[in-house]
């Protein structure tokens, strides 16, 4: 398999393994190429390519205009902020004045769930999903793979515990697609009132010990707590959720192995996890961030393939 089954990324779930594993294999060619001297390559020349963000960001932003501008493609970007959004103009009517300048590809992030999925039903432009709501985060749950696949080579029965606010994290849900897909073992941990009623459907299993759930894995993927969408108040406060499920040196050294820390951003020190963890030798967060251009370059690529036919 040389091209992807899909014309758009929208999510983890629309994907196949062949795709995923097209993808890292392409990701690992791309990150040859941005650890030489010369990182740049010609693969996207003469594709004009928009970075529509209706959602914060800092991560997935720069990492996919870096990715971009390391294919040589041409790029815009937008922010919600300081558009005609504020003026009350639609998704479907700013996307389609945007691309009547000749736009070739679409990385759109919004704050609702599905955005993108509808968004690609009114044009056909290749849309890559940079996040909706809290449906799906693609290309962070391919890194996030990717790293893992880095670490320890395979990613079959490799067990990974997701740890935090599983309810509103589009993150957890992309990787538990992803991982699955991928032969891996998942656990999630956290709160009750952070879990979504469905979540053992999706043939993950709930721990609620956090103890039991870092003895178990070989990977943790700790969450942040996603204040700004929690309606209610799901636990009773920042300070006894980091009692209860905070990862911090005590806690890691106490296990009988060594496990490997992840985190997706942005990270709240002191809550889900210690700077002492985060900057420790078993943490590879700055790996992500680093494997996130890789797989970004070759989502764009593969995509601009298929545009091309």
């Not at 594709?47 to 991560?59: C, D, H, K, Q």
């Not at 590809?105 to 890559?128: N, Q």
């Not at 999903?129 to 670490?151: F, V, W």
């Amino acid at each position: 398999m040389s091209t992807l089954s899909v014309n758009n990324l929208l999510g983890i779930k629309n994907l196949h393994k062949e795709d995923i594993n097209l993808i890292f294999k392409t990701a690992d060619n791309f990150k040859d190429v941005i650890n030489r001297p010369i990182r740049k390559v010609p693969s996207l020349r003469d594709i004009t390519i928009a970075n529509l963000f209706f959602e914060n960001s800092t991560r997935t932003r720069l990492s996919f205009e870096l990715a971009e501008k390391r294919l040589s493609a041409d790029v815009l970007n937008f922010s919600s902020g300081s558009s005609s959004i504020k003026k009350g103009e639609n998704l479907i009517d700013t996307v389609n004045n945007i691309l009547a300048m000749k736009v070739d590809m679409i990385v759109l992030r919004h704050p609702d769930a599905g955005a993108s999925t509808f968004l690609s039903k009114h044009i056909e432009t290749p849309i890559i999903n940079a996040g909706d709501g809290t449906h799906e985060h693609p290309t962070q749950a391919l890194l996030d793979a990717y790293s893992i696949r880095e670490k320890y080579g395979d990613l079959k029965d490799k067990k990974v515990v997701i740890v935090g606010d599983i309810l509103h994290s589009r993150v957890a849900l992309s990787n538990i697609f992803c991982l699955k897909m991928l032969g891996a073992k998942i656990k999630v941990c956290g709160p009750s009132t952070l879990m979504p009623k469905y979540i053992e459907s999706l043939g993950v299993i709930y721990e609620p010990d956090l103890m039991k759930a870092l003895e178990w894995c070989d990977v943790a993927n700790m969450l942040r707590i996603q204040l700004e969408r929690q309606k209610t108040n799901l636990f009773p406060s920042l300070k006894e959720y980091s009692f209860m499920y905070g990862l911090n040196k005590a806690r890691l050294d106490s296990l009988s192995k060594q496990i490997t820390i992840m985190h997706p951003g942005p990270i709240n020190r002191g809550v889900e996890i210690t700077s002492d963890v985060a900057d420790s030798k078993q943490a590879i967060i700055l790996e992500q961030v680093e494997n996130g251009v890789a797989i970004r370059m070759a989502v764009l690529y593969l995509l601009a393939n298929n545009l091309q036919k």
